[in-house]
């Protein structure tokens, strides 16, 4: 028998942030190791990473997608093959470590209407990473960086293929100028990356001591946005008034004013999350008159997680996340997660 966590919906508050939401999560230990079929493999999982969509998993939140009772959580995984069924391509890659593609749908190409959210994993009725073993399609697997640990792989899945996403709107080349804003994984990883593909990146945090972070990441200037509220202003002397390339805005509402703002005039601003709370703002004049492009980032298919796992080899880089969770403490995970006070990524052991 193996183990596995699982999404029971007892709470049906629908309230993500609720303290009961956490008896949705439950642990099972009688759960039968999986046969894998023809062009599968079977994958010890032994990594998973959160995301904050996690949270709306856990009571079936309408705000994401509503869930089925029963399923395993989390979308992000990195483990070992250990079997492959009959015609598998994997079949000469026992023992070879690799990474599940979080979305099963996009494999490739540029349209994200490919991004399939009913077929991402730990969510509506699809099995996800927080589990001992997972029969996998011989497709959806990447080999794994070769220089990271299975926690630092994991990490990379949904927030490493995003930030690649968010930073090919445009063409980056040496001398392209990318804004980031704070230390989550994605804006951990788009300074990464961005740094690495040779662009000058202006990263925005709230604490002088995240922005030391940032820095050692690859950021080279650097605007703590509570000393300076309108960061943009400083954007604009930074960069001689002309403005940035692209943005990586991940705060929304709250952000995407100043992010138009300091983006230069056919500039890109590349909207990943809405971390602030919604407010009515006209972004027409500045979008129009500016030529500038807000391009809604929608997760990320399998050969962005390639280009990801490609670059954290050539460059030998390695994810920027918290102190690895036991299997035994994924409640404890979860509540870190809900409190947002962490830098990079959360993962549990597997």
């Known amino acids: 028998m193996t183990s596995a966590y699982q999404v ?3 709470d049906t508050s629908r309230d993500h942030n609720s303290t009961t939401a956490l008896q949705n ?15 599968e493999a079977l994958v010890r999982i032994r990594a998973a990473a959160l995301n904050y969509r996690d949270l709306l998993v856990l009571v079936s939140s309408p705000f994401y997608i509503p869930t089925t009772s029963g399923i395993s959580p989390l979308a992000d995984g990195a483990g070992t093959i250990v079997e492959t069924g009959p015609g598998s391509i994997w079949e000469d890659s026992i023992g ?24 991402t994993l730990g969510a509506a ?15 959806l697997l990447v080999k794994s960086p070769k220089n990271l640990s299975h926690e630092e792989a994991a990490s990379m899945v949904a927030a490493g293929g995003t930030a690649i996403h968010a930073l090919t709107s445009i063409d980056i080349r040496e001398g392209t100028t990318v804004l980031t804003q704070g230390t989550g994984g994605v804006s951990c990883f788009a300074i990464q990356y961005a740094a690495a593909m040779g662009a000058r990146v202006i990263a925005t945090s709230s604490s002088d001591t995240k922005l030391e972070i940032a820095k050692r990441l690859g950021a080279t200037e650097l605007i703590n946005y509570n000393k300076t509220p309108q960061w943009a202003h400083e954007v604009l002397r930074l960069t001689h ?9 991940v705060g929304g509402a709250g952000t995407v004013e ?49 280009e990801a796992v490609n670059l954290v080899e050539e460059h030998d880089l390695h994810p920027v996340m918290e102190q690895p ?26």
Not at 25 to 39: M, N, Q, S
Not at 243 to 249: A, I, K, N, P, R
Not at 263 to 274: E, K, N, P, T
């Open 8 to 10: 029971h919906l007892v």
């Open 25 to 39: 999560l439950v642990l099972r230990t009688d759960i039968p190791k999986p046969i894998p079929g023809p062009g």
């Open 96 to 119: 070879m470590n690799v990474l599940l593609c979080a979305n099963q749908a996009w494999i490739d190409g540029s349209d994200a209407a490919q991004y399939i959210v009913e077929r």
């Open 125 to 139: 009725n699809v099995d996800g990473t927080l589990r001992q073993y997972a029969i996998v399609a011989d497709h």
């Open 241 to 249: 008034g002309r403005g940035v390339d692209l943005v990586v805005d």
């Open 258 to 306: 100043q992010s138009i703002k300091c983006a230069r005039d056919g500039g890109m601003i590349s909207l990943v999350g809405f971390l602030t709370e919604s407010t009515k703002t006209d972004l027409v004049p500045s979008l129009l008159f500016g030529g500038k492009t807000l391009r809604g980032i929608r997760g990320n298919s399998k050969a962005m997680l390639q």
């Open 325 to 350: 969770f036991e299997w035994e403490d994924a409640h404890e995970a979860y509540k870190a997660l809900k409190a947002q006070k962490f830098v990079g990524k959360l993962v549990i052991k597997v």
